[in-house]
T-cell receptor, first 110, second 116 residues
Framework: TQLLEQSPQFLSIQEGENLTVYCNSS?????LQWYRQEPGEGPVLLVT?????EVKKLKRLTFQFGDARKDSSLHITAAQPGDTGLYLC??????????FGGGTRLMVKP | ETGVTQTPRHLVMGMTNKKSLKCEQH?????MYWYKQSAKKPLELMFV???????ENNSVPSRFSPECPNSSHLFLHLHTLQPEDSALYLC???????????????FGSGTQLSVL
């Protein structure tokens, strides 16, 4: 069984602060996806990273895929209340079977 | 609006009831999924339908019965559920390429199920 560990599980910060959340595994993935889920909604895809060492930026969000394709990080600069939600990473190793991590629940206070 | 619609949004049922969850996708995708999301547990894949054929059921109890009549519709029939089955049930769809690899999942808003 491939497991994805996300840390921290919970994070509460003030508006304007920076933060990093992590997604770690002992398994290698061909690609890794990050989703954000807001209360009462399903997860929405933010980004897919494919190449080891790849860095992708989405406005204030920076995603990095580890060189060995076993881990990933999400860094948010100057967090805003609209960033509040559950951040999920999901690894793809073959076909259409995604393995999801437990998520990081982020709250950004105004 | 993700293009994946789930009904009902909320459902309360007794352990002896029979109910069905419905999912419809308007994205022209060829794969559909049922996921279970419980508190403090990662998203659990329950069923996968590729091109209307079930390819994965992940040892889900038989009290959950999926049905995929066409590539746009997916149902989850529920019968004699247990209180521990209370969770958010999410439907998703995706487009598989010729190698059956996944582009990305589009999720519905889910059905919040409470079993009394």
């Amino acid at each position: 069984t491939q497991l994805l560990e996300q840390s921290p599980q919970f994070l509460s910060i003030q508006e304007g602060e920076n933060l990093t959340v992590y997604c770690n595994s002992s398994s290698v993935f061909s690609s890794l996806q990050w989703y954000r889920q807001e209360p009462g909604e399903g997860p929405v895809l933010l980004v897919t990273v494919v190449t080891g060492g790849e860095v992708k930026k989405l406005k204030r969000l920076t995603f990095q895929f580890g060189d060995a394709r076993k881990d990933s990080s999400l860094h948010i600069t100057a967090a805003q209340p609209g960033d509040t939600g559950l951040y999920l990473c999901a690894g793809n190793n073959a076909g259409n079977m995604l393995t999801f991590g437990g998520g990081t629940r982020l709250m950004v206070k105004p | 609006e993700t293009g994946v619609t789930q009904t009902p949004r909320h459902l309360v049922m007794g352990m002896t009831n029979k109910k069905s969850l419905k999912c419809e996708q308007h994205l022209g995708h060829n794969a559909m999924y049922w996921y279970k999301q419980s508190a403090k547990k990662p998203l659990e894949l329950m069923f996968v339908y590729n091109f209307k054929e079930q390819t994965e059921n992940n040892s889900v109890p038989s009290r959950f019965s999926p049905e995929c009549p066409n590539s746009s519709h997916l149902f989850l029939h529920l019968h004699t559920l247990q209180p521990e089955d209370s969770a958010l049930y999410l439907c998703a769809s995706s487009r598989l390429d010729h190698r059956a690899t996944n582009e990305k999942l589009f999720f519905g808003s889910g059905t919040q199920l409470s079993v009394l």
